[in-house]
């Protein structure tokens, strides 16, 4: 028997033939893509979960039912990228023909490049969680109402008439907060239905791989029909409590008045069905220019005018109280006599140099003092005092004095400051 030698190398040992085609099939799709009918610009969500969106060029066809053969409907769709190697995550979220679109299924094993199907979100879950805060995602409705049968008894098929619906969304930190009495309000503004999860009708375990246990993915709720509650849901937005909570505000003033320069803490109370409760809220003031709020409700006056202060539920800006601010227009003057240092004690055998100066707002003035010894005469041989300058002077302890305190009175104008300084041990 005889052998041939053929050469080979490593970059071909390196490379399938799958990955050798792919990389042929690249090329073609990178020189014929825009060349297709079907292709078109839509949006993708930056990153999973994001809700931040950027333009992408894809591909978009029809989907054919495996089962029957048949075109599923305008509210399905299969989008090929242009990029045959892109990943797609299951529960991404699309948007092009003016609707949100999540992602239910990929294909990349048996398809050449990437490839998902996507449905359209053709409504919105709304709720209000046990904080207060509120929350919007698209979702998908299914058309079908599914049979809603009575299993108190076994042999019972009992249909209810607005029976269960299933709906589908994006598995997300915020959906999977999503408890078992949740409930969700659908239709309009006129003619509102209230749902609630059924039971264990969260399925928030569709993980797009087998071994995670990640919350990216797709959410699944099984919802019944229940009654609207219009004492605390808001038909106007679309927004079930689903936790039946009832939040007001109320602040300590109503108004408030005050000159420039000065303050005013304003105390925010919130209720839950009446009962003082424990919850964030936002400050804001309509015109910072006339008034500004800190995020703890401390009021600063700036200028002249009028503003008004809101306080609201954090997640829920409709929770909310209001404090009219005005400002007379008058800055204050507080007049404060500093000396440094703060420190009024001298060692034995030390001298000390103090300064004084005259502050105005917070903001040192010119203005100088007169300094004079008020100390009582029984300890006048104990320390050596000097008048240095105008803002300055020095004690020299000559010996420990128990028996009574340096005093030095500071005089500016009508401004005046006893300083009392102690005379202590060597140590």
Wanted: net charge negative.
């Amino acid at each position: 028997m005889a052998y041939k030698y053929y050469p080979v190398y490593l970059d071909n040992l390196a490379k399938s033939p799958k990955n050798d085609w792919i990389d042929d099939a690249q090329a073609l799709v990178d020189d014929q893509f825009y060349n297709s009918s079907d292709w078109y610009t839509i949006q993708e969500e930056t990153s999973f979960a994001s809700g931040e969106y950027q333009d992408i060029d894809v591909r978009i066809n029809h989907v054919i039912s495996t089962t029957t053969g048949a075109n599923r409907g305008d509210d399905w769709k299969k989008i090929l990228f242009k990029d045959l190697s892109k990943s797609i995550q299951v529960g991404a979220m699309f948007i092009f023909d003016s609707n949100y679109w999540i992602v239910v299924n990929t294909d990349s094993l048996s398809s050449t490049g990437s490839v998902c199907t996507v449905r359209r979100c053709n409504n919105t879950l709304r709720w209000i969680d046990g904080a207060g805060a509120k929350h919007s995602v698209p979702c998908v409705l299914d058309y079908s109402i599914q049979e809603n049968r009575d299993y108190a008894s076994a042999t019972s098929k009992v249909v209810s008439p607005s029976g269960l619906l299933e709906i589908i969304s994006q598995l997300n930190t915020i959906t999977n907060s999503i408890k078992s009495s949740a409930r969700f309000l659908f239709g309009n503004p006129d003619n509102w239905t209230a749902y609630r999860v059924q039971g264990g009708g969260i399925h928030n375990f569709l993980n797009p791989t087998t071994e995670t246990f990640s919350t990216m993915g797709i959410l699944k709720l099984t919802l019944g029909v229940t009654q609207i509650n219009e004492s605390v849901d808001d038909l106007v937005n679309g927004y079930a409590n689903q936790t039946e909570n009832n939040y007001t505000i109320s602040l300590n003033n109503s108004s408030i008045t005050g000159s420039i320069g000065e303050t005013y803490q304003l105390e925010a109370i919130v209720y839950e069905g009446g009962v003082i409760v424990s919850r964030d809220v936002e400050w804001s003031s309509d015109d910072s220019l006339v008034a500004t709020v800190g995020v703890s409700g401390l009021v600063t006056f700036i200028s002249d005018g009028t503003a008004t202060i809101t306080v609201s539920l954090d997640g829920d800006s409709a929770v909310l109280d209001t404090c009219d601010a005005l400002v007379d227009g008058t800055p204050i003057s507080e007049y404060y006599v500093d000396v440094s240092p703060e420190s009024n004690n001298i060692l034995e055998g030390d001298t000390q140099v103090y300064a004084v100066t005259l502050e105005l707002n917070g903001a040192t003035q010119v203005d100088t003092f007169t300094f004079s010894d008020v100390s009582p005469s029984s300890i006048s041989d104990k320390y050596i005092f000097t008048s240095i300058d105008g803002n300055s002077f020095s004690i020299e302890n000559v010996e420990k004095s128990p028996s009574g305190d340096v005093i030095v009175r500071a005089v500016s104008g009508v401004h005046t400051k006893d300083i009392t300084i102690k005379l202590s041990g060597a140590w």
